[in-house]
């Protein structure tokens, strides 16, 4: 690799009247004969990186969950805060192409980061065969597209597959159901098939809870049964689908914990429901630090009552029995009581 300064465009340029670059400019572009992209696929992320010689390198990069993101980053250099142009050169052999302007990006300290449609378009010249450079008042640098296409093409597979959902995103799902239910809906089987996928994509995800709850019935035990019914039916199609069912923790609560009024049709709808949350490390460690906290209230207002009862507890008095066996013992002679003490 090889830096290569002052090349494909004249250095003094002028846009909208507004950017301008200097004639000391430097250029960094990756020469041709080693210019190289390195696409990494993945579950959750896929990349695609270019090495910059002398500068640095551009990183192309789509995360579960999030929009893709393509980012310049110099190891010393930088275009500093501000807007840089953006335009498809054509190298020096391909006289049947001209310069594209493909507008603008924005740059802040040491990283230019370009997200949205425009990525397309500089993909696209990529693609063409045309170099894409970035051009800020002091500093040009340009994307080689030289063994861009294979390596984009594996790229975008990766992101075709990709899981498009985050752990917190997942992390706690809640279903709904009908009172006379006898299977889960289709909505419920789409949500845990998402969980699914998941779960069998990331290693970290220790485990499922399942919690059932229901409205309120006219008996306790309906229900009970009511929940429990509807916990037994989203276990089942988890461990149908694959997941282990020593991963699994199956609860049902009945109407103990209503989140809306039971005494109207929409608050009873909302009663209805089962929650499903995926255990990590982190999570498990946040409920045990939760507990721990709840489990030290407990304990300290335990030993509070017991203070306060123990400074305010009334003298429950003689009991008659005792008290007239008590006067039984009293020395008749002296008129004494005896020693053991009666309640003046």
């Known amino acids: 690799m090889r830096l290569v300064s002052r090349v494909f465009l004249p250095l003094t340029v002028l846009v909208s009247g507004a950017l301008a670059v200097s004639t ?103 693609e063409q065969g045309t170099n894409v450079m970035f051009s800020g008042s002091n500093l040009r640098v340009g994307l080689a597209a030289r063994n861009f296409s294979t390596a984009f093409a594996s790229y975008r597979s990766c992101v075709k597959n990709l899981i498009p959902y985050t752990f917190d995103q997942l992390s706690r799902t809640q279903l709904s159901y009908t009172r006379a239910a006898e299977e889960l809906s289709q909505a419920a089987k789409a949500e845990l098939d998402k969980i699914v996928r998941y779960m069998k994509a990331d290693q970290k995800v220790l485990g499922i809870i399942i919690d059932a709850h229901s409205d309120k019935s006219p008996k306790p035990e309906e229900s009970e049964a009511l929940s429990q019914r509807q916990a037994e039916l989203v276990t089942s199609y988890l461990i149908e689908k694959g997941i282990a069912a020593d991963h699994i923790t199956t609860r049902w609560h009945g109407d103990k914990f209503p989140i809306a009024n039971n005494q109207n049709k929409a608050g009873q709808a909302k009663n209805r429901r089962v929650t499903v949350r995926l255990e990590s490390e982190q999570t498990r460690k946040e409920m045990e630090k939760k507990i721990a906290v709840i489990k030290e209230a407990e304990q300290k207002a335990a030993a509070e009552k017991a203070a306060k009862e123990a400074t305010e507890k009334p003298d429950p008095g003689i009991n008659p029995a005792e008290l007239e066996k008590l006067t039984e013992q009293q020395n008749l002679s002296s008129g004494k009581q005896p020693e053991i003490g009666l309640p003046r």
């Open 24 to 126: 000391q400019a430097q250029t960094y572009i990756t020469d041709f004969s080693d210019s190289q992209w390195k696409a990494q696929s993945g579950a959750f992320a896929c990349s695609l990186t270019h090495e910059i010689a002398a500068f640095g390198s551009a990183r192309l990069v789509r995360n579960a969950g999030t929009a893709e993101l393509l980012e310049l980053k110099g190891k010393a250099q930088s275009f500093g805060d501000g807007a840089v142009r953006v335009e498809a050169v054509p190298p020096v052999w391909r006289t049947d192409v001209s310069s594209n302007n493909l507008g603008q990006a924005q740059s802040s300290g040491q990283s230019l980061k370009v997200s949205g449609a425009q990525i397309a378009t500089i993909t696209a010249s990529l």
